[in-house]
T-cell receptor, first 118, second 112 residues
Framework: NAGVMQNPRHLVRRRGQEARLRCSPMKGHSHVYWYRQLPEEGLKFMVYLQKENIIDESGMPKERFSAEFPKEGPSILRIQQVVRGDSAAYFC????????????????FGAGSRLTVL | QKEVEQDPGPLSVPEGAIVSLNCTYSNSAFQYFMWYRQYSRKGPELLMYTYSSGNKEDGRFTAQVDKSSKYISLFIRDSQPSDSATYLCAPKGSSGTYKYIFGTGTRLKVLA
């Protein structure tokens, strides 16, 4: 059973280009979270999605950032017109369906996608 | 005030030392207290968690929560070089809540 798969692992973009990060949750997981991690900083919540629904995007910048989790296929975090400040590691985590009601929800993280903006 | 505060370190200790890692939090609604370990260039992985106040032991690791002072600790006995990683605390609310708030993480280096 493969874990949470993220790709690409490393992405280099020039300012103004688009970055598209993909996350395939573990099999049977229908909840996906995206976090951003800057050097020397912790994980910052960006967005929480279920299949075809954005539940909470309060941590995501209002402009240039969007996320989706379609019925089929991976979750996508899209950053348009990237700027140098977007350089960071972006982590995806997933939860099994139904586990949300269990208090100790255990997030399973992917290895992250490292975005570098030149 | 941040919801979760954690000393970023780095913390360097000799092999075999007892390590104490700590977090404070401000939200009294937190009931579950997770510790994640993150190796360099990897994603975080759950190390252990506790519910409410008290202690929990798992091998060389002990998690401790004091809800009255909103203080969370992770102790590592007989530390090994393989314990060198960043340790993130992540308190969470009750069942049905979905949001994890992570501390900044404490970078630990265990010297052989």
């Amino acid at each position: 059973n493969a874990g949470v798969m993220q790709n690409p692992r490393h992405l280099v973009r020039r300012r103004g280009q688009e970055a598209r990060l993909r996350c395939s949750p573990m099999k049977g997981h229908s909840h996906v979270y995206w976090y951003r991690q800057l050097p020397e900083e912790g994980l910052k919540f960006m967005v929480y999605l279920q299949k075809e629904n954005i539940i909470d995007e309060s941590g995501m910048p209002k402009e240039r950032f969007s996320a989706e989790f379609p019925k089929e296929g991976p979750s996508i975090l899209r950053i348009q017109q990237v700027v140098r400040g977007d350089s960071a590691a972006y982590f995806c985590a997933s939860l099994p369906s139904g586990q949300l009601l269990s208090g100790a929800n255990v997030l399973t993280f992917g290895a992250g996608s490292r975005l570098t903006v030149l | 005030q941040k919801e979760v505060e954690q000393d970023p370190g780095p913390l360097s200790v000799p092999e075999g030392a007892i390590v104490s890692l700590n977090c404070t939090y401000s939200n009294s609604a937190f009931q579950y207290f997770m510790w994640y370990r993150q190796y360099s260039r990897k994603g975080p992985e759950l190390l252990m968690y506790t519910y409410s106040s008290g202690n929990k032991e798992d091998g060389r690791f002990t998690a401790q929560v004091d809800k009255s002072s909103k203080y969370i600790s992770l102790f590592i006995r007989d530390s090994q070089p393989s314990d060198s990683a960043t340790y993130l605390c992540a308190p969470k609310g009750s069942s049905g809540t979905y949001k994890y708030i992570f501390g900044t993480g404490t970078r630990l280096k265990v010297l052989a």
